[in-house]
């Protein structure tokens, strides 16, 4: 089958919320997936306001994104295997019961001991219900067409980067008249009333449940095949965004402008917005597993290029200029492994793509505290974009060997 979009006219962004029951489902998953944006950062300010530690705020912070991250996943096959319905309902349930706990744990100042509130951190992130997978895997049903699908993507990435950015400061708004655990009450109903709205759309009930028969095994064994590109630039996007965030704070504190470095974020934000929506607006000739080893490329030539930025002002142009291949890079990711999975296991693939960003962003933090350590500024832009460039190759050449093997085998 083909991978290039059909010919005619090319669908709208209006055109994919035209489709039946576009509209409703995806604004109540964004509604939901609007928690992920609240509750870190108001539960990091609530564990620090009862504890007074931020050692015991990072501790509790890393248990609640390691389980929510690493156990996405697991999460996905239960979504696949019983459906959404069936699986996003009980972890929704469970997830705002635990946040609401916290919230009460957390409201009086040194009321409960750090490992409870680890513990019921833990558990509320092992919950997390992935509402962004399901949506991209529903999004698959609703739109068909690779080229609506496509299209589809790049509005589904915008709208959750922008979800990233006005969560915090939804969160913000709330600390300046009431206690941050209020915000993580907030996260809770926004969870409890997103997911509500997402399974009751007649486009999520229609997704059935996995299927197992005696002669066809289970769509785990199969969910891997076929994503170790995706995966590989998936991880390494997450990877170098993870090193330039902390690269900017110290870029901006060496030339004396520690402000600077909310702007130079907000550029790379900006950046990736834009190449989002423009990534949706073209109507690509080379297929997906093509492209994306070239917008791997690109962030790593701009990254590199980045190192030699000599003020603020240039690393936000830098910056902004590799944003444009953040989103198209992780849209593609997404389309590729939608391509691959298995029928049954579109959940889960599209997670595996979801946690490879989110653990590659994790260990680039840790890693760019290092590199930090070691050398100026400067050369570590460089060497994050050599890094992203390797990516690129490695991804480039296992689309090459995917396509040997292809022909390699007999067609039916």
Same mark, same amino acid.
């Given at each position: 089958? /083909?991978?290039?979009? /059909?010919?005619?006219?090319?669908?709208?962004?209006?055109? %994919?919320?035209?489709?039946?029951?576009?509209?409703?489902?995806? !604004?109540?998953?964004?509604?939901?997936?609007?928690?992920?944006?609240?509750?870190?950062?108001?539960?990091?300010?609530?564990?620090?306001?009862?504890?007074?530690?931020?050692?015991?705020?990072?501790?509790?912070?890393?248990?609640?994104?390691?389980? /929510?991250?690493? *156990?996405?996943?697991?999460?996905?096959? *239960?979504?696949?295997?019983? $459906?959404?319905?069936?699986?996003?309902?009980?972890?929704?349930?469970?997830?705002?019961? &635990?946040?609401?706990?916290?919230?009460?744990?957390?409201?009086?100042?040194?009321?409960?001991?750090?490992?409870?509130?680890?513990? +019921?951190?833990?558990?509320?992130?092992?919950?997390?219900?992935?509402?962004?997978?399901?949506?991209?895997?529903?999004? $698959?049903?609703?739109?068909?067409?690779?080229?609506?699908? @496509?299209?589809?993507?790049?509005?589904?990435?915008?709208?959750?980067?922008?979800?990233?950015?006005?969560?915090?400061?939804?969160?913000?708004?709330? %600390?300046?008249?009431?206690?941050?655990?209020?915000?993580?009450?907030?996260?809770?109903?926004?969870?409890?009333?997103?997911?509500?709205?997402?399974?009751?759309?007649?486009?999520?009930?229609?997704?059935?449940?996995?299927?197992?028969?005696?002669?066809?095994?289970?769509?785990?064994?199969?969910?891997?095949?076929? *994503?170790?590109?995706?995966?590989?630039?998936?991880?390494?996007?997450?990877?170098?965004?993870?090193? +330039?965030?902390? &690269?900017?704070?110290?870029?901006? @504190?060496?030339?004396?402008?520690?402000?600077?470095?909310?702007?130079?974020?907000? =550029?790379?934000?900006?950046?990736?917005?834009?190449? $989002?929506?423009?990534?949706?607006? +073209?109507?690509?000739?080379?297929? =997906?597993?093509?492209?994306?080893?070239? @917008?791997?490329?690109?962030?790593?030539?701009?990254?590199?290029?980045?190192?030699?930025?000599?003020?603020?002002?240039?690393?936000?142009?830098?910056?902004?200029?590799?944003?444009?291949?953040?989103?198209?890079?992780?849209?593609?990711?997404?389309?590729? =492994?939608?391509?691959?999975?298995?029928?049954?296991?579109?959940?889960?693939?599209?997670?595996?793509?979801?946690? !490879? +960003?989110?653990?590659?962003?994790?260990?680039?933090? =840790?890693?760019?505290?290092?590199? %930090?350590?070691?050398?100026?500024?400067?050369?570590?832009?460089?060497?994050?974009?050599?890094?992203?460039?390797?990516?690129?190759?490695?991804?480039?050449?296992?689309?090459?060997?995917?396509?040997?093997?292809?022909? !390699?085998?007999? @067609?039916?």
């Amino acid at each position: 089958m /083909s991978t290039h979009p /059909s010919p005619g006219p090319r669908p709208s962004y209006a055109a %994919v919320l035209r489709v039946p029951h576009a509209r409703r489902t995806f !604004a109540a998953a964004l509604l939901g997936r609007l928690s992920y944006g609240v509750v870190p950062l108001a539960l990091m300010l609530a564990v620090t306001r009862a504890r007074g530690s931020y050692a015991v705020a990072g501790t509790v912070m890393a248990l609640f994104s390691a389980t /929510s991250v690493f *156990l996405s996943p697991a999460r996905a096959a *239960l979504i696949d295997r019983y $459906g959404p319905r069936r699986a996003l309902v009980p972890m929704a349930a469970a997830h705002t019961a &635990l946040l609401v706990l916290l919230a009460v744990l957390l409201w009086r100042p040194g009321a409960v001991p750090p490992l409870v509130l680890g513990a +019921v951190t833990a558990a509320a992130g092992t919950c997390t219900p992935p509402l962004g997978p399901t949506m991209r895997a529903v999004w $698959g049903r609703l739109a068909p067409d690779r080229a609506l699908l @496509q299209r589809a993507y790049s509005l589904d990435g915008v709208a959750e980067e922008l979800l990233f950015v006005s969560g915090p400061l939804l969160v913000g708004g709330v %600390v300046g008249f009431a206690p941050p655990a209020v915000g993580v009450l907030a996260g809770a109903a926004l969870m409890a009333v997103g997911t509500a709205g997402f399974v009751s759309s007649p486009a999520v009930r229609a997704v059935p449940a996995g299927e197992r028969t005696p002669d066809r095994p289970p769509a785990g064994r199969r969910v891997l095949r076929g *994503l170790g590109r995706p995966v590989a630039a998936a991880a390494g996007v997450g990877l170098a965004l993870g090193v +330039v965030e902390l &690269l900017v704070v110290a870029f901006a @504190q060496a030339h004396g402008r520690d402000g600077g470095a909310a702007w130079v974020l907000a =550029a790379l934000s900006a950046g990736s917005a834009v190449g $989002g929506l423009l990534n949706g607006a +073209v109507a690509w000739r080379a297929a =997906a597993g093509t492209r994306l080893p070239l @917008q791997a490329a690109g962030l790593g030539l701009v990254l590199c290029a980045a190192g030699l930025a000599t003020g603020v002002g240039t690393l936000a142009l830098a910056v902004a200029a590799g944003g444009l291949f953040v989103s198209p890079l992780i849209t593609t990711a997404y389309l590729i =492994a939608d391509e691959a999975a298995a029928p049954g296991a579109r959940v889960r693939a599209g997670a595996w793509v979801n946690t !490879a +960003v989110n653990a590659g962003g994790t260990a680039g933090a =840790a890693v760019a505290g290092v590199l %930090v350590g070691w050398l100026p500024p400067g050369p570590c832009f460089a060497v994050t974009g050599g890094v992203m460039l390797l990516t690129a190759l490695a991804v480039a050449r296992g689309t090459a060997s995917a396509r040997g093997t292809e022909r !390699a085998v007999p @067609q039916e």
